[in-house]
């Protein structure tokens, strides 16, 4: 059970109701009238909470496993608890972040703006919207509805976020548009300026950035993640992108809609990603770059040149993961040899 001093729990839901809301079929010993008021992990979870297996490294958890109702796919149900309720789904992860969901919804506190908030006469703030100690909103900014702004952010002058951001504690915000559920956690640095120099004998001369960061909807954005603005063209991040914490992205760089940019990443400016990008913990892109849609970058990758639509590499340089191996397999027989 969560810390209810952190979360509150909702519900409870009948099985029906949770089958219903994840599309899974009830299967094993289940009733739909049985009462759920809680999820839990498999090794702890009891008779009235909701647990999941989506990774079979966990099954003799399962098979052990006494809680009320488990999510799971339906070539496991042989290996289930005898008599357990069962909701049988072809994706058991996506199943129980529904239900996690529905018994940990998201809720907006009451409408407030904190008397320490610097809020500039001419920003327009929709209804709903929390804004927190210390805020700082400069001049002609939009924010939509039901908006929360976290203690000690700045939002510069005209920018504007669409409806139901969540910005947290010590966010920045400058010379960006941000759609629609998008969320900015703690200490993110959005828009400042790109790093672009004219190097030559003459020394390093800094070069105007003059671009703006584009943000589609129902974008995730992590802590301390830092997004250069465009130095002419822009900065985009694609719709439904979810960046975790400590990602910098370089100016004028695309990234397109469904990509999952993994901690410690880094793309340099110029690079374009297309859709459904995703990139493993640690890998860099040097610049100027064109990435396929689909394609799969393993941590600590270090990517030099184009990908086609849907390889996948890994290594440093990066190598198509077939090859990389291969290589790997080859010099661990030499070092063997001598």
Known sequence: MADPRFFSVAGPFTLNEIATLVGAEIGGGGE?????????????????????????????????CAAGAIIVMPDLVGEAPKGAALLLSKDPYRAYAKAAQAFYPDRLPPPEIAPSAVIDPSARLGEGCVVGPNVVIEANVEIGSRCRIGPNSVIAQGCKLGDDVKVGPNVTLSHCFIGSRVMLYPGARIGQDGFGFAAGPAGVLKVPQLGRVVIGDDVEIGANTTIDRGAGPDTVIGAGTMIDNLVQIGHNVTVGRGCILVSQVGISGSTHLEDYVVIGGQAGLSGHLHIGKGVKIGAQAGVMADLSAGATVVGSPAKPRGEFFRQLVTLERLTKKG
């Open 32 to 64: 739909g009238r049985l009462v759920l008021r809680d999820v839990a992990p498999l090794d702890t979870a009891g008779p009235d909470q909701l647990s999941f297996l989506d990774n079979r490294k966990y099954i003799d958890a399962f098979r052990k």
